[in-house]
């Protein structure tokens, strides 16, 4: 496609449930991260992909937190028996090389645990 | 510990002059820094970058100032205009983390007419 593109765009879940979030990169684009913007704060690093492996999984704020990729190229990130803490929004960004083209953002998963 | 400071929560300018939002690093692995602007209820935009090698670097209205000396960018924006209201982001990387990006809290921008 041409952008990123993440699903859903909003979600709504009663605490103690688990859920699902995806994220189509651009194609061909070998790297991939995941952010999480909470209500007034700043963007939080939560895990990086090289193609399907994860180098760097540093910023996943528990192990109720899990992420893959497959075929280098569809992320889902899951969170397992959800906290009101979760409630974020969820953002998905790819890049071919950083250094020349940048990060491409999506326009993320709002999730609401109620 | 928060790598990279914007100690500016919001910056309010009148259309037409210059906006100026700071941005403060503390780790010296940084070697390439980048402006994201974000409107509501949409993804980061990528707005301009630089790399550790330069001190300048211009696009358009949009220039981007680094003094590593000082672990310091800045971000010129002029002439200022109404549709630049938006929350600015300051981003640093390494590559030897991966090129993940680490984030500043965010400046708000409101350009007034």
């Known amino acids: 496609g041409a952008g990123v593109s993440q699903s859903p765009s909003n979600k709504v879940t009663e605490k103690g449930k688990d859920v699902e979030l995806r994220c189509d990169p651009i194609s061909g684009h070998t790297a991939l991260y995941w952010y999480r913007q909470s209500l007034g704060q700043g963007l939080e690093f939560l895990i990086y992909?090289?193609?399907?492996?994860?180098?760097?999984k540093s910023g996943l704020p528990s192990d109720r937190f899990s992420a893959e990729r497959t075929g280098g190229s569809v992320s889902t990130l899951t969170i397992q028996r959800t906290q009101q803490e979760d409630s974020a929004v969820y953002l998905c960004a790819s890049s071919l090389d950083p250094r020349n083209y940048g990060y491409t953002f999506g326009s993320g998963t709002r999730l609401t645990v109620v | 510990d928060q790598q990279v400071k914007q100690n500016s929560p919001s910056l309010s300018v009148q259309e037409g002059r210059i906006s100026i939002l700071n941005c403060d690093y503390t780790n010296s692995m940084f070697d390439y820094f980048l402006w994201y602007k974000k409107y509501p209820a949409e993804g980061p935009t990528f707005l301009i970058s630089i790399s550790s090698i330069k001190d300048k670097n211009e696009d358009g209205r949009f220039t981007v100032f680094l003094n590593k000396s000082a672990k310091h960018l800045s971000l010129h924006i002029v002439p200022s205009q109404p549709g630049d209201s938006a929350v600015y982001f300051c981003a640093a990387s390494a590559q030897e983390y991966g090129n993940k990006l680490v984030f500043g809290a965010g400046t708000i921008l409101r350009v007034k007419s």
């Open positions: 992909f090289q193609g399907n492996s994860a180098p760097d």
